[in-house]
């Protein structure tokens, strides 16, 4: 069966969801639970998206994102990528972690009906395969490991970068308030009640189109109107990937190559350092260090590419130079208008 192509635009909203392996669980325990939402928030901080929601099952995940550059298949190949790698490592075991290919439903995010739904679908989650028992007095706060319980549900200044829950507060109607997030946990406790033990299933009376407006087994949510214009994008795609030039286009590059070569620059003008004189440097200086690690932390280049970029010898070197640094083994200073630019772009 032929694979459906993945639509990637500016502003795009996608329901995302994988499974692992054989529907084997991909967590463990507690800790690759909290590996997932660390690797999570890295993504977030190397492609620019902007996490809606999410929750994470036994052996699936659930994700709400906003792509404000158009780079989900990027992003998405960083993030399981990386998942997959700390989890064998973590847990001693070689292979896939996750099963096919991710699922990701595009979504009609902009227009409030949808945006809510798929709020509410990933919220209930929990309460809906039996994991939060509200008649026996539990609450949908009970259950950790979603953005109900590690974001909406918690002060704005407690929660993960990367979270847009503000958002989501606004467009279901409540307050960002001590109060107004009570509201929202009692409101979605009374979901789970009326709705009982369900399939999943959602709809909106007349607007969908059942063949591919789902949520699950659909391509896109939202309107017929969106569907079409998501497949008249679609088929532009495919037209346009039928040439390599396209995979090196601006719009790939956005978070990638092109702003890993604009760190560099702008970071060597910085230190008042040419760029002739690069290959003169050790792989270690101070100043190549900290370039790498700002251009590893925000981009989504490899660390090969650092390696040619900057002359640090081998991808494996950078590995070993970037875990020295983030275990405060490499302390050295700075020049300080490169430390300036550098705090300025991790902020």
């Not at 994102?65 to 960083?78: D, F, H, Q, S």
């Not at 409540?174 to 399939?199: P, Q, W």
């Amino acid at each position: 069966m032929a694979r459906s192509v993945r639509i990637e635009y500016g502003g795009a909203f996608y329901h995302v969801m994988a499974r692992g392996n054989r529907r084997e669980a991909i967590f463990l325990d507690n800790d690759d639970r909290r590996f997932f939402l660390q690797a999570l928030s890295e993504a977030c901080e190397k492609t620019g998206w902007r996490v809606h929601a999410w929750v994470l099952m036994g052996n699936h995940y659930h994700l709400f994102i906003e792509t404000p550059e158009g780079n989900l298949v990027e992003g998405m190949k960083w993030l399981q990528n990386t998942v997959t790698r700390r989890f064998n490592i973590r847990q001693r075991q070689w292979g896939r972690l996750f099963g096919d290919r991710y699922k990701a439903v595009i979504v009609e995010g902009k227009l409030p009906a949808y945006y809510e739904t798929l709020m509410n679908y990933i919220h209930l989650n929990p309460g809906r395969v039996g994991m939060v028992n509200v008649e026996k007095g539990e609450s949908i706060l009970d259950y950790p490991w979603s953005s109900m319980a590690g974001g909406n549900a918690v002060p704005l200044g407690k929660r993960a970068k990367g979270l847009a829950a503000e958002m989501g507060m606004r467009v279901l109607g409540f307050a960002d308030t001590a109060a107004g997030r009570r509201e929202l946990v009692s409101y979605l406790d009374r979901r789970i009640l009326e709705e009982g033990k369900r399939s999943g299933e959602v709809t909106l009376a007349g607007e969908v189109d059942r063949r591919m407006s789902d949520l699950k087994r659909g391509w896109y949510w939202g309107r017929q109107e969106f569907g079409e214009k998501m497949l008249k994008l679609g088929q532009n795609l495919i037209t346009k990937g039928k040439s390599r030039g396209y995979l090196r286009s601006p719009q790939k590059l956005e978070h990638g190559e092109r702003e890993a070569e604009r760190l560099v620059q702008e970071g060597l003008k910085a230190a008042a350092f040419q760029e002739s004189r690069l290959a003169e440097l050790k792989g270690s200086d101070p100043r190549k260090v900290a370039l790498g690690m700002l251009i590893w932390k925000t981009t989504t280049v490899s660390q090969e590419w650092i390696a040619r970029r900057l002359q640090m010898k081998s991808a494996a070197n950078v590995s070993q130079l970037l875990s020295r640094t983030r275990s405060g083994k490499n302390n050295e200073k700075l020049p300080l208008a490169l430390g300036e630019f550098i705090a300025n772009q991790s902020s």
